[in-house]
């Protein structure tokens, strides 16, 4: 394995979850997101040699990654879809405990958020530094601040609205 190979790997197995989530928030679909997690690092592998540590590396697979996302949604003129569909719950109801509800119902939640807010609550979930939230954003860490706080008050409604049904 040379040099470039170990180097990806390392970079895919750091890396591949949060980008895999990302791509899951968008789509809300697992092969979808499957598909876009491999185009993302298809294009990681590609373009390996012109990455020039100006940001942390993670910065730039997500960049990759909300850059393939968008293009995936806009040639598709497909919506999100929910993140569970109702025929998934129903065929697997002994699979979901309490917390695994809840879960579902996060994500169906972050589903109605718009395209922005929901990268941006994905990355705060992954448990991202917020300089590096602001830096694939490309909104100042202050603002960042008082965006997450609002989109986190729409989530929580959007939660309840949901659990109430």
Same mark, same amino acid.
């Given at each position: 394995m040379d040099k470039k190979d170990q180097l990806f $790997?390392?970079? /895919?197995?750091?890396?591949? $979850? $949060?980008? /895999?989530?990302?791509? #899951?928030? #968008?789509?809300g679909d697992e092969d979808a997101a499957n598909d876009l997690l491999q185009e993302t690092f298809l294009k990681v592998w590609q373009n390996l040699d012109k990455f020039r540590n100006k940001s942390l590396i993670s910065t730039w697979i997500y960049r990759i990654a909300v850059n393939t996302c968008l293009t995936y949604l806009r040639s598709e003129k497909r919506q999100a879809k929910d993140a569970l569909t109702d025929n998934i719950i129903e065929n697997k109801p002994e699979e979901l405990s309490e917390k695994n509800e809840q879960v579902a119902l996060l994500y169906k939640s972050i589903s109605k958020l718009e395209e922005n807010d929901r990268l941006i609550i994905t990355m705060v979930l992954d448990e991202l530094p917020y300089n590096e939230i602001a830096e694939i954003s490309g909104i100042s860490e202050g603002n960042l601040r008082v965006k997450i706080h609002r989109i986190k008050v729409k989530l929580t409604e959007l939660y309840n609205q949901h659990a109430r049904i």
């Amino acid at each position: 394995m040379d040099k470039k190979d170990q180097l990806f $790997k390392e970079i /895919f197995d750091t890396n591949s $979850k $949060k980008i /895999f989530h990302l791509c #899951y928030g #968008y789509t809300g679909d697992e092969d979808a997101a499957n598909d876009l997690l491999q185009e993302t690092f298809l294009k990681v592998w590609q373009n390996l040699d012109k990455f020039r540590n100006k940001s942390l590396i993670s910065t730039w697979i997500y960049r990759i990654a909300v850059n393939t996302c968008l293009t995936y949604l806009r040639s598709e003129k497909r919506q999100a879809k929910d993140a569970l569909t109702d025929n998934i719950i129903e065929n697997k109801p002994e699979e979901l405990s309490e917390k695994n509800e809840q879960v579902a119902l996060l994500y169906k939640s972050i589903s109605k958020l718009e395209e922005n807010d929901r990268l941006i609550i994905t990355m705060v979930l992954d448990e991202l530094p917020y300089n590096e939230i602001a830096e694939i954003s490309g909104i100042s860490e202050g603002n960042l601040r008082v965006k997450i706080h609002r989109i986190k008050v729409k989530l929580t409604e959007l939660y309840n609205q949901h659990a109430r049904i």
